[in-house]
C-alpha cells in the first residue's frame, strides 16, 4: 500500500496544458498597447489619462456589478474588461466628456458583452459597441471640437487646423476640389510617431504596429487580419488615386487592423475565413473614406465584419481528415 | 535529417520530457511480494481462468483464455501458486476478474513455459496473448487478418512514441533494434506485405541509429517531425503514404498496416521462442525518486514498481498509467501494470492539468480547430455534446475524432473539449453513425 494515494485526483486525458490562459492572453494585448498609451498620455496630457482611467474604471465597475447582480461568479480576472476599457479609451479623442466616456464604457460592457451572457458569447467588439454608441449619440461634440487643440502649437505647420483630422480635411478637400489642399506624404511622420488629431491610439501608428507585430510573434493574433485588413486599405486608396500609405497611417486603420478587428470571439476562427473577414474589413474601411458620408469608416466596418463572422466561419470549414465530400 | 514526409494537419508540440529517463538502459524490477494479472488486458471479450485457487503456476503457464476472435490470452508472468481470483480495479478504473499468484521463493526469470501451437504464425501470435502495446491493447491477431479484398502493401512500426515523458520504446530501440526489425519481418511475411518502414521521431537519434544498425533488406527506417500526435495511427500513415484514411473504413484501406515497435519485438519473441507477453518496460517518471526504463512483469502492482522507483517525490497531484497526453490517471496505486501500460507518470501540482470549477467560456480564439489533426472543430463540437445536441456534433463529425487531447490541451480558458467530445462521440457511435 502506498499512502500518497490519497493525495493523488483523477481527471480526463490530457492530464497536461499548455501555459496559454485567458488572463495571459488578454494581459499581452494590454501589454502590447501601454506604449501607445503612454505616449498618448505624454503627449496629450493628463486628459488621456483622465480617459484611460474613466474608461477602465467604468468597464471593470460595470462588469462587476453586472456579475454580483446576475449572481454569477465574478469574470473581472479574464482580463477582457481591463482590454474593453482600454480600447475604447485609445478610441476616443482626449477631450471627451467623463461623463460621455463613462457612458461608452458602460454601453460597452453591458450592452455589448454581458447582456450576450459575457465573454466568449457576443457577436460584436465591445469597445466598438461602445464608441458606435458615443459617436452615434453625441456626434457633433466628437466630430468637431473635441479633438486635441493643440496642432497650432505643435510646430508641424498646421496651423489652418484646429477642429477636424487631418482625414477629415483630406475628405472635405477631396469632395469639395477634388484634390488635397495639403502634401499627404508629409504627413507620414506625424501620423507614424506623434499625431495629436485624433483618438489617443492615433498618437503614434508606429507604436500600433509595434504592438501588433507583438502579438503575432508571441502567437496571439493572427496575421492574416491585420495583413489583410491594412492591404486591402492600401489597394483602395490606390485604386481612388489617393495615397495608399497615407490612408493606412491615418485614421483608425492600425487600431483597427491589429488590435479591434483581431478581437477572438467576434471574429472567424478559420485562417481562411480570418483572411476573408480581414479583406473584408479592409474592403469597407476603405469604401467608407471614399464613398461613405464620413471621412472614417473605421468603427463600422469591423461591426459590419463581426456580424459576417458567424457566416464566414460556416462557409470555410477546414477539410475533415479522411472525408472527401464535403457536407453542405 | 528529416527529409520527404508529408506534414499531417495540426498538432502540438508540447516540453517533451524525455530527458530524464532517454538515456537510462532498461533495467529489471525485482519480483515482487505478489502479482495480480487481469483477465482482461485488451479490447475485446475478456479471458476465462482456466486455474483454480491453490494451483501452482509456472512462468509462461496459460492462466486464462476464451475463444472469441477479438480477445487474448493471459500467461503467468511468474511461476507461484494462485492466491484468488476475484475482481480488482485496473489502471482504467474498471473492475475485472484477475488472477493474483504468490511467487514462489525461486525464480528464473530467463525460463518460462514456451507456447506450444499447432497452425500458422497467426496462431501462433494469438496463443502468446500478444496486443498492441502502445497502449490501444487491440489484439494483434486480429491486425495481422485484414479483410481478404485488403491488400496489405506497407508494415508501418511505429517508433514514433510522440507522448511526451515516455521513453520505453526509444530505449526498445536502442537495447534491441535486432528483435523490432525481425518483428517488422515477420509481420511483413504474415500479411504478404512489400515493404517495411520503421517510422521514429527526430528526438530520438540514438534509435534511428541503432535500427540503421541492424536494418536489413527492405526495411526502411523514416524520420518524421517531433509533434504530437505523429504517432496516431492516421496521422502515422499520412505522414509516410501521404494517404488519408477514408472515413469510416479500417487504416488497412490505405494498404498500410501499422503496429507499435513493442508489440513487433514480442512478435518477434514469440514466433522464434514461443515467448508469451509477460513482461514489458515501462518507463517511470515525473515526480519519483529514480526515474527509469524499468522491464517489469505483467500484474506488479503500481504501488510496488513506484516503490522501487524511490517513492513519490514532493506533491503529487496525478499519477498516469501510460503518456499525459492520452494516458490514464489513476484512482488508485494498487493496481497492476498490464500489456498496454506504457509508463508510469506523476505529476507535480502545477505541472497536471487543474481542475477547472463550473463552465469556462470558448473565447473563440482558434487554437482547437487549428490544432485538431482531424481537421474537426472541437469547439463547436464541445459546445453541442454539452448541450446534448448529439445529431448536429454527429453532423459535424464528432466520430472521426481520434480522442488526442490536443484540443484541450490548447484551450485557453482550459474547456474539458476533449471529455465532451467523447460524450458526443459515444452518443453517435450508440446511435450507429458511421
Same mark, same amino acid.
Given at each position: 500500500m502506498s499512502d500518497t494515494a490519497q493525495h493523488v485526483t483523477v481527471g480526463p486525458s490530457p492530464h497536461i496544458t499548455s501555459p496559454a490562459t485567458c488572463t495571459g492572453i488578454m494581459l499581452w494585448v494590454v501589454a502590447a498597447l501601454v506604449p501607445v498609451s503612454v505616449w498618448a498620455v505624454v503627449s496629450m496630457g493628463w486628459v488621456a489619462a483622465q480617459l484611460l482611467v474613466v474608461c477602465i474604471g467604468t468597464a471593470l465597475a460595470t462588469e462587476a456589478a453586472w456579475s454580483a447582480l446576475a449572481k454569477r461568479p465574478g469574470t473581472l480576472t479574464d482580463g477582457s474588461a481591463l482590454v474593453t476599457g482600454l480600447l475604447l479609451?485609445?478610441?476616443?479623442?482626449?477631450?471627451?466628456?467623463?461623463?460621455?466616456?463613462?457612458?461608452? @464604457?458602460?454601453?460597452?460592457?453591458?450592452?455589448?458583452?454581458?447582456?450576450?451572457?459575457?465573454?466568449?458569447?457576443?457577436?460584436?467588439?465591445?469597445?466598438?459597441?461602445?464608441?458606435?454608441?458615443?459617436?452615434?449619440?453625441?456626434? !457633433?461634440?466628437?466630430?468637431?471640437?473635441?479633438?486635441?487643440?493643440?496642432?497650432?502649437?505643435?510646430?508641424?505647420?498646421?496651423?489652418?487646423?484646429?477642429? @477636424?483630422?487631418?482625414?477629415?480635411?483630406?475628405? @472635405?478637400?477631396?469632395?469639395?476640389?477634388?484634390?488635397?489642399?495639403?502634401?499627404?506624404?508629409?504627413?507620414?511622420?506625424?501620423?507614424?510617431?506623434?499625431?495629436?488629431? !485624433?483618438?489617443?491610439?492615433?498618437?503614434?501608428?508606429?507604436?500600433?504596429? @509595434?504592438?501588433?507585430?507583438?502579438?503575432?510573434?508571441?502567437?496571439?493574433?493572427?496575421?492574416?487580419?491585420?495583413?489583410?485588413?491594412?492591404?486591402?486599405?492600401?489597394?483602395?486608396?490606390?485604386?481612388?488615386?489617393s495615397d495608399p500609405v497615407f490612408h493606412v497611417l491615418a485614421g483608425g486603420v492600425m487600431i483597427g487592423a491589429f488590435f479591434m478587428a483581431t478581437d477572438y470571439v467576434s471574429s472567424p476562427m478559420s485562417k481562411t475565413g480570418r483572411l476573408v473577414y480581414g479583406i473584408g474589413c479592409g474592403l469597407f474601411n476603405g469604401l467608407g473614406r471614399f464613398v461613405g458620408s464620413m471621412p472614417e469608416a473605421t468603427t463600422y466596418a469591423i461591426l459590419f465584419m463581426n456580424g459576417l463572422a458567424p457566416l464566414i466561419d460556416r462557409m470555410t470549414r477546414p477539410k475533415v481528415f479522411g472525408v472527401v465530400k464535403t457536407r453542405a | 535529417m528529416v527529409v520527404g514526409n508529408a506534414r499531417f494537419r495540426g498538432g502540438v508540440h508540447p516540453p517533451e520530457r524525455k530527458e530524464a529517463t532517454s538515456g537510462l538502459a532498461v533495467t529489471r524490477v525485482p519480483v515482487p511480494s505478489r502479482l495480480v494479472i487481469p483477465m482482461s488486458q485488451h479490447l475485446g471479450a475478456p479471458c476465462a481462468p482456466v486455474v483454480a485457487v491453490g494451483d501452482h503456476v509456472r512462468r509462461g503457464q496459460l492462466l486464462g483464455d476464451v475463444s472469441a476472435m477479438v480477445s487474448a490470452p493471459v500467461h503467468a508472468s511468474v511461476s507461484g501458486t494462485v492466491s484468488a481470483i476475484g475482481p480488482v480495479l485496473t489502471t482504467g478504473g474498471t473492475r475485472v476478474a484477475a488472477v493474483t499468484i504468490q511467487p514462489d521463493e525461486e525464480q528464473d526469470l530467463e525460463a518460462y513455459v514456451a507456447v506450444v501451437v499447432e497452425g500458422d504464425d497467426r496462431d501462433r501470435v494469438r496463443a502468446a496473448g500478444i496486443v498492441g502495446m502502445g497502449g490501444a491493447t487491440f489484439p494483434s491477431v486480429v491486425k495481422l487478418t485484414p479483410p481478404k479484398d485488403l491488400a496489405i502493401e506497407t508494415v508501418l512500426l511505429n517508433g514514433c512514441e510522440c507522448e511526451p515523458y515516455l521513453t520505453c520504446d526509444e530505449r526498445l530501440m536502442v537495447e534491441s533494434p535486432e528483435r523490432v526489425v525481425a518483428g517488422a519481418q515477420h509481420i511483413r511475411d504474415i500479411v504478404g506485405a512489400k515493404r517495411v518502414v520503421i517510422a521514429v521521431e527526430a528526438n530520438k537519434p540514438a534509435a534511428v541509429e541503432a535500427l540503421k544498425a541492424h536494418t536489413q533488406e527492405g526495411v526502411e527506417i523514416e524520420v518524421l517531425p517531433t509533434r504530437y500526435p505523429q504517432g496516431a495511427e492516421k496521422q502515422?500513415?499520412?505522414?509516410?503514404?501521404?494517404?488519408?484514411?477514408?472515413?469510416?473504413?479500417? &487504416?488497412?484501406?490505405?494498404?498500410?498496416? *501499422?503496429?507499435?515497435? %513493442?508489440?513487433?519485438?514480442?512478435?518477434?519473441?514469440?514466433?522464434?521462442?514461443?515467448?508469451?507477453?509477460?513482461?514489458?518496460?515501462?518507463?517511470?517518471?515525473?515526480?519519483?525518486?529514480?526515474?527509469?526504463?524499468?522491464?517489469?512483469?505483467?500484474?506488479?502492482?503500481?504501488?510496488?514498481?513506484?516503490?522501487?522507483?524511490?517513492?513519490?517525490?514532493?506533491? *503529487?497531484?496525478? *499519477?498516469?498509467?501510460?503518456?499525459?497526453?492520452?494516458?490514464?490517471?489513476?484512482?488508485?496505486?494498487? *493496481?497492476?501494470?498490464?500489456?498496454?501500460?506504457?509508463?508510469?507518470?506523476?505529476?507535480?501540482?502545477?505541472? %497536471?492539468?487543474? %481542475?477547472?470549477?463550473?463552465?469556462?467560456?470558448?473565447?473563440?480564439?482558434?487554437?482547437?480547430?487549428?490544432?485538431? &489533426?482531424?481537421?474537426?472543430? &472541437? $469547439?463547436?463540437? %464541445?459546445? $453541442?455534446?454539452?448541450?446534448?445536441?448529439?445529431?448536429?456534433?454527429?453532423?459535424?463529425?464528432?466520430?472521426?475524432?481520434?480522442?488526442?487531447?490536443?484540443?484541450?490541451?490548447?484551450?485557453?480558458?482550459?474547456?474539458?473539449?476533449?471529455?465532451?467530445?467523447?460524450?458526443?462521440?459515444?452518443?453517435?457511435?450508440?446511435?450507429?453513425v458511421k
Open positions: 479609451a485609445l478610441s476616443l479623442p482626449p477631450r471627451t466628456p467623463w461623463w460621455m466616456a463613462m457612458v461608452g @464604457a458602460l454601453v460597452a460592457i453591458g450592452l455589448g458583452k454581458m447582456i450576450f451572457g459575457g465573454l466568449g458569447h457576443n457577436l460584436f467588439n465591445p469597445a466598438l459597441v461602445g464608441r458606435a454608441f458615443v459617436t452615434l449619440s453625441w456626434a !457633433g461634440v466628437l466630430a468637431g471640437g473635441q479633438w486635441f487643440k493643440t496642432l497650432e502649437a505643435s510646430g508641424a505647420g498646421l496651423d489652418a487646423i484646429t477642429g @477636424a483630422t487631418r482625414l477629415g480635411i483630406a475628405a @472635405a478637400d477631396r469632395v469639395a476640389s477634388g484634390g488635397y489642399g495639403f502634401d499627404l506624404a508629409a504627413q507620414y511622420r506625424p501620423l507614424l510617431w506623434q499625431n495629436l488629431e !485624433g483618438s489617443l491610439g492615433e498618437i503614434s501608428a508606429a507604436l500600433l504596429i @509595434a504592438g501588433g507585430l507583438l502579438l503575432i510573434v508571441k502567437g496571439i493574433i493572427d496575421w492574416r487580419i491585420p495583413a489583410g485588413y491594412i492591404g486591402t486599405v492600401a489597394l483602395i486608396s490606390w485604386a481612388f488615386g | 502515422l500513415i499520412y505522414a509516410i503514404l501521404g494517404k488519408e484514411v477514408p472515413h469510416g473504413a479500417l &487504416p488497412a484501406a490505405t494498404g498500410a498496416l *501499422v503496429h507499435n515497435v %513493442a508489440t513487433a519485438a514480442a512478435i518477434a519473441d514469440a514466433l522464434e521462442h514461443g515467448k508469451p507477453l509477460m513482461e514489458r518496460i515501462v518507463t517511470v517518471t515525473g515526480a519519483v525518486a529514480r526515474p527509469g526504463n524499468y522491464r517489469v512483469l505483467i500484474g506488479t502492482l503500481v504501488s510496488d514498481l513506484i516503490e522501487f522507483a524511490g517513492g513519490l517525490v514532493g506533491d *503529487v497531484e496525478r *499519477v498516469i498509467a501510460g503518456g499525459p497526453m492520452t494516458g490514464q490517471a489513476l484512482a488508485s496505486l494498487d *493496481v497492476p501494470v498490464t500489456k498496454g501500460t506504457s509508463g508510469i507518470v506523476a505529476l507535480a501540482k502545477g505541472v %497536471a492539468a487543474r %481542475a477547472i470549477d463550473g463552465d469556462q467560456p470558448c473565447i473563440r480564439c482558434g487554437r482547437c480547430p487549428e490544432a485538431c &489533426p482531424m481537421g474537426l472543430e &472541437p $469547439y463547436i463540437l %464541445a459546445t $453541442y455534446s454539452g448541450k446534448r445536441m448529439w445529431d448536429a456534433a454527429a453532423e459535424r463529425n464528432v466520430i472521426d475524432c481520434i480522442e488526442c487531447g490536443v484540443c484541450s490541451y490548447v484551450c485557453p480558458t482550459k474547456r474539458p473539449l476533449l471529455q465532451l467530445i467523447r460524450l458526443g462521440k459515444s452518443a453517435a457511435m450508440s446511435k450507429g
